[in-house]
């Protein structure tokens, strides 16, 4: 029993991580109806800009709302720079844009930091506390715990802020929203430093469970993408519920099921696939299939 | 005096295809002015014209200032509010929400308060349902949702397209009256622009006429009123 | 009945391509002649992919697992069981594109966002999957291949025309191009029959094309299954031509590689996935060796571009000619120059003014 407690509470961290970059990629879709595929390689590069801070002095506590202020910046100009021009493009278009920046990013990270693992240390200690009985790792119930305070300020932005009521607004309604007086154009770009800095925290999470190096959060995304699935494409909740649910269940599979090693990834497609098969639209999801 | 709104010989279109061929009307402070014709006349191209929505050439003016290059968001932000073709509710966002749209540019928290309370006197069916869907209303009360909304952003001018659209008589006269009410005591213009000719000529004090993209035929509602051959060619009744 | 409106073939520009490429190898090296034929291979792969998003409509992220498929089906039967590897093609592409077909079945249900993610999740999964019946797949060993000397016949057709003896590389190139000629004409005969007028409608638009009597569920997978069969061939010549494989060979960036060279060339076009081919084929190993050796460029880019490596000069240009050209070099070259400026504001919306209106509003 406790062991399953731990796995299952370890699952919620690592889902938590999950659910940050889930919730990146659904802003965005929601924002432009296309999934950005450089989301996770963007989360990467906040982790090793984090990790250059923390390596000149700075706190890893000071350096985490540093990185993603400028996640946050970064994200923006990106959008600006990158996808402003292309906006009204077929989404297949915005989609190689974004499967560009993806090479482009992890091939920039590779050449300023190498492609040498390197260690990043954790700021929560690797102790074991004790709650009613059960000994819950420290690290597991840190993660949990920032990550959670994270997606809660977004989900009070979001829902109960102007700024966020005028994101949503231009996110789904662009037209309705600019004779409404709202900028949509800078409100997607505030989308986009929004999202990437979400990601950012997932990318700082997980770079001292997984060693930090380029292509860290390439198997990451993949869980992002089932955790969005589950949840439905175009609801933040969903990401968020859908994450913790992906950790938890590869989690268990990886410590019930023998030899699962690098089939947890499997695990994760098969997510995908039995969700797309079943409900389509995801747990909380609104029709996602085509809107013919 | 210049008038609120003035359009002078606008021509507007779509790609290769023109639509207006050199529109020129005027909407005076405080009055409400309809904009009459058969489908495909260019009325709603008359009024995205207005909030940018279409590329135009002429020259069109709000108070006194040239509208040209100024994007929607902007334009908007002058004081025009525009009621378009369909509504334009977000459908994703909650009754309460699309309200607090409409007022999120407002500074005047008390006046905002004020018109919060007259909104729900006019339509007291959104204050029912205020923390529903807008999705879940009717097509009524989604048109009631896109007038309060409009009101919220406390307009010097608004633009209305159909409002009478799909939505059965006995609403559109408890519509149109809530129009009248709105332009007498806010004093905000009108540019109405309808099929339904008959309650837009009852409403409005200067009518212009649209027949492929041109102006056929304006004047005093009342006088086309009663001018039965103007009537019968152009409004169909 | 109305004629489908495609650029008129030029066939004399096709005979010069081909001459070119028959020709092609007799004055290189043997190195340089598998180079191009993996170029030519990786035609092939990016002509299926253009099949299926070109011309049907449909976006696939994992197509690298279906040359995986090729290849392991190929390799498999000529290491274990000793078949004549010029049989396993057919053998390994029919296979793969059977179970392409197969794969189309529950791809209909999927919007093109979920299906790009599920065919990007298969396309990372593949690598893992291969590993575990490492008996039959060598695991993460790999399998080599024996690469075939060539034919007395044409070896010495080959010694008398250039003088020299042919390698089993420049064997290899003129399978492929064997190949590539005969998938490419196919190709180009189903575009301009039925099965791609269908295909063409379904990607304009399914519920008119539905409405019009076109079988879409049909096409759909059809066009699923043919583009696995592409891949599948692809993989089986890859393999032949590398002489060895491994679950390392397809990785993702392959798949991503696929759809970058079809989107790049332009689709649905026939010459597009050649050009595509070679600009995927080429770019990294040209940003690595080629820029270095321009002189008149400044120091710090050339270093910065050697460094950096293929991946970041891969994804600036990638970038740029989505950014300028998302119609791909077919694209370019079709609507010439002037039309430049329109493309790069998309579809034409903003030229025109016109609001679309939002899919929510009531």
Redesign the interface.
């Known amino acids: 029993m406790q062991e399953f407690l731990q796995l299952v509470v370890s699952g919620i961290a690592t889902g938590a991580i999950f659910a940050s970059l889930a919730l990146a990629l659904v802003l965005i879709y929601n924002a432009m109806g296309l999934v950005n595929f450089a989301q996770g390689e963007m989360a990467m590069f906040a982790a090793f800009i984090a990790y250059t801070l923390i390596n000149h002095g700075m706190s890893f506590w000071i350096a985490f709302p540093v990185t993603m202020v400028l996640a946050f910046g970064g994200g923006i100009l990106i959008q600006r720079i990158v996808i402003k021009p292309v906006e009204r493009a077929p989404v297949l278009t915005l989609v190689i844009i974004t499967l560009g920046l993806a090479t482009l990013v992890n091939g920039f990270a590779g050449f300023i930091w190498g492609y040498v693992p390197r260690y990043f240390g954790s700021p929560f200690s690797s102790d074991s506390i004790d709650l009613g009985g059960v000994f819950l790792n420290e690290r597991d119930l840190g993660v949990i715990g920032v990550s959670g305070l994270v997606l809660l300020a977004v989900y009070l932005l979001l829902q109960h802020t102007t700024v966020g009521l005028t994101l949503r607004a231009a996110a789904h309604h662009p037209e309705a929203s600019r004779l409404l007086g709202v900028h949509v154009s800078w409100m997607l770009a505030l989308g986009w430093g929004l999202a990437s800095a979400v990601g950012a925290v997932s990318g700082m999470m997980v770079a001292p469970i997984l060693l930090l190096e380029p292509n860290m959060m390439q198997t990451i995304i993949i869980y992002a993408f089932a955790a969005a699935v589950l949840g439905g494409i175009e609801s933040p909740l969903g990401a968020v519920v859908g994450g913790l649910v992906v950790g938890v269940v590869i989690n268990l599979a990886g410590a019930y099921i023998p030899n699962a090693g690098d089939l947890q990834l499997a695990f994760g497609l098969g997510i995908i696939i039995l969700v797309l098969i079943l409900k389509p639209n995801g747990l909380f999801g609104r029709a996602a299939t085509r809107r013919v | 005096m210049t008038a609120l709104l003035e359009l002078e010989n606008v021509r507007a279109g779509y790609g290769p295809t023109s639509v207006l061929h050199g529109v020129s009307l005027e909407v005076p402070d405080g009055s409400v002015v309809s904009l009459l014709g058969a489908n495909g006349a260019g009325k709603t191209t008359t009024l995205r014209a207005i909030t940018g929505g279409v590329r135009w050439t002429g020259d069109i003016r709000f108070a006194g200032r040239s509208l040209r290059r100024s994007p929607t968001e902007d334009i908007v932000r002058r004081g025009i509010a525009h009621v378009p073709e369909g509504r334009g509710i977000c459908t994703e966002l909650t009754v309460d929400e699309n309200l607090r749209l409409g007022a999120h540019l407002r500074q005047d928290k008390a006046e905002v308060k004020k018109d919060y309370a007259r909104v729900f006197e006019y339509f007291p069916v959104l204050k029912e349902r205020r923390r529903l869907s807008a999705s879940t209303l009717s097509g009524g009360e989604q048109q009631m949702l896109a007038l309060a909304r409009a009101l919220l952003m406390r307009p010097r001018l608004m633009l209305l397209d159909e409002p009478s659209l799909g939505l059965a008589p006995m609403v559109v006269r408890s519509i149109f009256e809530i129009i009248r009410s709105i332009n007498r005591t806010s004093k905000v213009a009108v540019l109405l622009v309808e099929q339904n000719a008959r309650i837009a000529l009852d409403l409005s004090t200067t009518t212009y006429v649209l027949e492929v993209g041109r102006v056929a035929v304006h004047g005093a509602s009342a006088e086309l009123q009663g001018d039965e051959s103007v009537r019968r060619s152009y409004l169909g009744y | 009945m109305q004629r489908v409106r495609t650029a008129p073939p030029r066939y004399w520009l096709v005979a010069v391509v081909v001459i070119f490429f028959l020709g092609f190898p007799t004055v290189i090296s043997s190195f340089l002649a598998s180079e191009w034929a993996q170029a030519l291979i990786l035609a092939i792969a990016i002509m299926g992919l253009n099949i299926l998003?070109g011309y049907s409509g449909q976006?696939s992220l994992g197509h690298g697992a279906f040359m995986a498929m090729g290849a392991y089906i190929s390799a498999i039967l000529a290491h274990q069981y000793k078949v004549d590897y010029l049989l396993t093609i057919p053998i390994a592409a029919l296979t793969t594109g059977v179970v392409g077909f197969l794969f189309g079945v529950?791809a209909l249900?999927?919007?093109?966002?979920?299906l790009?993610?599920?065919t990007?999740?298969?396309a990372?999964?593949s690598p893992?999957?291969i590993?575990?019946p490492h008996e039959l797949t060598g695991g993460v060993q790999g399998i080599l291949i024996a690469q075939p000397d060539p034919p007395p016949v044409v070896g010495d057709l080959f010694t008398t025309v250039t003088g020299t003896v042919m390698t089993s590389d420049q064997w290899i190139y003129y399978i492929a191009l064997a190949c590539a000629l005969l998938l490419f004409w196919l190709a180009w005969n189903l575009s301009r029959h039925r099965p791609g007028r269908a295909m063409r409608a379904i990607r304009d638009g399914?519920?008119a094309a539905a409405a019009s009597g076109v079988n879409v569920a049909g096409y759909k997978t059809l066009a699923f299954g043919i583009s696995a069969f592409y891949a599948g061939t692809a993989g089986s010549l890859f393999a032949l031509s590398t002489g060895f494989i491994s679950p390392d060979t397809f990785p993702?960036?392959l798949s991503?590689q696929l759809?970058?060279g079809a989107?790049i060339g332009g689709?649905a076009s026939i010459p597009g996935p050649l050009l595509g081919a070679i600009f995927a084929y080429f770019l990294p190993i040209g940003s690595n060796q080629w820029v270095p050796s321009q002189t008149w460029l400044p120091e710090q880019i050339t270093s910065?571009v050697k460094?950096?490596?293929?991946?970041?000069?891969?994804?600036?240009v990638?970038?740029l000619i989505?950014?300028f050209a998302?119609n791909g070099i077919v694209g370019l070259i079709r609507t010439g120059y002037a039309n430049l400026n329109r493309r790069?504001?998309?579809?034409?919306?903003?030229?025109?003014?016109?609001?679309?209106?939002?899919?929510?509003?009531?």
């Open positions: 998003v976006l529950p249900r999927l919007s093109p966002l979920y790009a993610l599920a990007f999740a298969l990372v999964v893992s999957i590993k575990r399914e519920v993702v960036s991503i759809l970058v989107v689709l910065t460094n950096a490596g293929p991946a970041v000069s891969y994804g600036v990638l970038i989505m950014i998302p790069l504001r998309g579809a034409g919306d903003r030229e025109t003014g016109q609001i679309p209106p939002d899919p929510q509003t009531v």
